[in-house]
């Protein structure tokens, strides 16, 4: 999912969503179990609606579809269903503790990135349990998924186990003596469950993460978007924010200022779909790590990758 955020939208034939898009996911009843309610919360907080459960007038719940268009090719969220061909029916939990913890089907095939296993790696083994048992009480739906199109050359062998050797480091949150719970559930909202640091810490031209950057800004450069620096700066990032504006914001897409982030950014889309749906204590638990993190000078306009990004929409825009 990364790459649809962080790298962009590759081609005009997107289809954004509309302000009024619902997504497909069922209610929840009261009389499911606990393991179930708090996989269906994940499933909203891990931000899996928008990719398997589109809001679009033909989606399925857990049908997939969701096309992610990225510079380095078209790709398309699977049917996590538990159809036993089209979906993950024939998937053993351990089978889907690997997918999320490793990045690897079981088949042992290697994930494309746009799957954020990088930072599912982090969840702890009762969510990674809840989410499963959601997952296999959904209906089967028999869409088959979609083949990826990647682009030349990125699809060469070795390439993508290159990046992983790079990039991804497996393995749950080490815990802070110092910090109490409040800020290790906010650090684990943000970095394991929710992929901010995915989101809002730029990236080189291999989709590597600048960590000497963290939170401080990211780039969306196929589109030409910027998600913004969330550190404590007084003026680059949100240090001007109380943790009631931040919390406040995730709920509802208001700002201090009185201005609403809208449709189709991406983060509206998030608010929607994901952060509206945590509860208080948990988007209260998420302001007071941001408030925790160093603050940094850095400006996401500036990135590199931005600026081309900006070019190369003007040459197009042109007659």
Request: with cysteine; glycine share 10%.
């Amino acid at each position: 999912m990364w790459m649809m955020m962080l790298l962009g939208c590759a081609r005009s034939a997107h289809l954004e969503r509309l302000p009024d898009a619902q997504a497909p996911v069922p209610v929840v009843a009261d009389d499911t179990s606990e393991a179930y309610q708090r996989g269906a919360a994940l499933y909203r907080q891990g931000s899996c609606v928008g990719c398997h459960s589109p809001p679009f007038a033909d989606a399925t719940h857990l049908g997939g579809g969701r096309d992610l268009p990225t510079l380095f090719g078209v790709f398309y969220a699977p049917n996590i269903s538990p159809h036993p061909t089209a979906g993950i029916g024939s998937w053993t939990e351990a089978d889907f503790v690997r997918a999320m913890r490793v990045g690897r089907a079981p088949d042992g095939r290697r994930y494309w990135p746009t799957f954020p296993y990088m930072t599912y790696t982090r969840m702890t083994d009762a969510d990674l349990h809840a989410l499963w048992v959601y997952l296999r009480e959904q209906p089967a739906v028999p869409t088959p998924s979609k083949e990826h199109e990647v682009r030349a050359p990125y699809g060469f062998p070795g390439l993508l186990g290159l990046w992983r050797t790079l990039a991804f480091r497996k393995g749950e949150l080490e815990p802070d003596p110092a910090r109490d719970a409040t800020w290790h559930r906010g650090r684990y909202l943000v970095r394991a469950v929710s992929y901010c640091d995915q989101c809002h810490t730029p990236r080189n031209g291999l989709g590597l993460v600048r960590r000497r950057h963290d939170m401080a800004g990211g780039a969306n450069p196929g589109k030409a978007d910027v998600h913004p620096n969330l550190t404590p700066h007084p003026e680059a990032g949100i240090g001007a924010w109380t943790q009631d504006d931040i919390g406040t914001y995730l709920a509802t897409g208001r700002k201090p200022d009185g201005t609403r982030t809208e449709m189709p950014d991406i983060m509206a889309e998030k608010i929607h779909d994901s952060f509206s749906w945590f509860s208080e204590t948990d988007r209260g638990a998420i302001a007071v790590y941001l408030a925790s993190l160093p603050p940094s000078d850095f400006d996401p306009e500036q990135w590199g990758m931005v600026r081309r990004a900006r070019r190369r929409a003007v040459r197009r825009a042109e007659p």
